[in-house]
């Protein structure tokens, strides 16, 4: 199934953000209905030695729910933004941000479909792109996730001068639109994110068209086999980072499908999963985020 086939529509202005308000005003538990059933090889992180849980950033327009990881003593750590996949901030987004704290970060997934729905609580994947990612502006999605990297440097635990964004599916394609967004990013990855499909008011450019943009150094983690991201798009943004004069890495792991470090789905795939996460440490240190 390719879950990242998403028809976008209808960029609203920031007025009418909130129009019915917060429909999430807290995490969803557990996992996203539309991913179930979960795999036995699903990877749980414990909070041992961890500050982990909920938390409320403040945005222009209420307060949005966002999972929270750190270690427990000492600070502040250097900050990474960990965007959503299309199913939202469910069980493995949060576990994704307390592996980050093992590694000495404060980590934090912002709900970024809050104002949209609940998109844990729908079961078909189809259904859930049409009600709720069908409607998330590109323009909210940057305001909020500052407004994220802003609620993390006034907790006095976030060193924001050290910070850096990575997301997955959906988020992947985020990621590109971030670094071209926010100057004082210093490090991106993008875990099988979108590269070029049909502009829309929505979403008016991809990362195809920003590849002259890019304010921070991005590493690109992909799949051959991903039915939904075409190897040649992802190839395309190679070539016009190189253009550009960007400084990007784009990693193709040959055999393997989108969502490969999904762990609780059968897309799963242990070695890729693991030689990507230890790539991205190592990028984000290597470009100062550590």
């Given at each position: 199934m390719d879950i990242v086939e998403a028809g976008l529509e209808g960029l609203l202005p920031r007025s009418q953000w909130s129009r019915r308000g917060f429909v999430m005003t807290s995490l969803a538990t557990g996992f996203a209905l539309s991913v179930q059933p979960v795999s036995a090889q699903t990877i749980t992180t414990d909070p041992n030695g961890l500050d982990a849980g909920e938390v409320k950033v403040p945005v222009a327009d209420g307060a949005m729910p966002a999972y929270r990881a750190m270690p427990a003593q000492g600070g502040p750590f250097p900050t990474v933004l960990v965007v959503q996949?299309?199913?939202?901030?469910?069980?493995?987004?949060?576990?994704?941000?307390?592996?980050?704290?093992?590694?000495?970060?404060?980590?934090?997934?912002?709900?970024?479909?809050?104002?949209?729905?609940?998109?844990?609580?729908?079961?078909?994947?189809?259904?859930?792109?049409?009600?709720?990612?069908?409607?998330?502006?590109?323009?909210?999605?940057?305001?909020?996730?500052?407004?994220?990297?802003?609620?993390?440097?006034?907790?006095?635990?976030?060193?924001?001068?050290?910070?850096?964004?990575?997301?997955?599916?959906?988020?992947g394609g985020i990621v590109w639109l971030y670094a071209a967004h926010n100057p004082a990013l210093k490090a991106a990855v993008a875990w099988y994110g979108p590269i070029d499909r049909p502009r829309t008011e929505l979403r008016p450019k991809y990362p195809?068209?920003?590849?002259?943009?890019?304010?921070?150094?991005?590493?690109?983690?992909?799949?051959?086999?991903?039915?939904?991201?075409?190897?040649?798009?992802?190839?395309?943004?190679?070539?016009?980072?190189?253009?550009?004069?960007?400084?990007?890495?784009?990693?193709?792991?040959?055999?393997?499908?989108?969502?490969?470090?999904?762990?609780?789905?059968?897309?799963?795939?242990?070695?890729?999963?693991?030689?990507?996460?230890?790539?991205?440490?190592?990028?984000?240190?290597?470009?100062?985020?550590a």
């Open positions: 996949e299309i199913f939202g901030v469910h069980e493995h987004i949060k576990d994704l941000c307390r592996r980050l704290a093992k590694a000495g970060y404060f980590a934090i997934a912002p709900e970024l479909y809050a104002r949209q729905g609940k998109p844990a609580e729908i079961s078909d994947v189809q259904e859930l792109i049409k009600t709720i990612v069908s409607k998330v502006p590109d323009a909210q999605v940057m305001s909020d996730l500052d407004s994220t990297v802003a609620f993390a440097k006034a907790s006095g635990k976030a060193d924001t001068a050290k910070l850096a964004i990575t997301g997955f599916c959906w988020g195809i068209d920003l590849a002259g943009d890019l304010k921070a150094p991005v590493l690109g983690l992909y799949g051959a086999a991903d039915t939904g991201i075409p190897v040649d798009t992802v190839e395309k943004m190679r070539a016009a980072c190189k253009v550009a004069n960007k400084t990007c890495e784009i990693v193709i792991y040959p055999d393997t499908p989108h969502g490969f470090n999904a762990d609780y789905r059968p897309s799963y795939r242990a070695e890729q999963a693991k030689e990507g996460w230890a790539k991205m440490l190592a990028w984000f240190k290597d470009h100062g985020v």
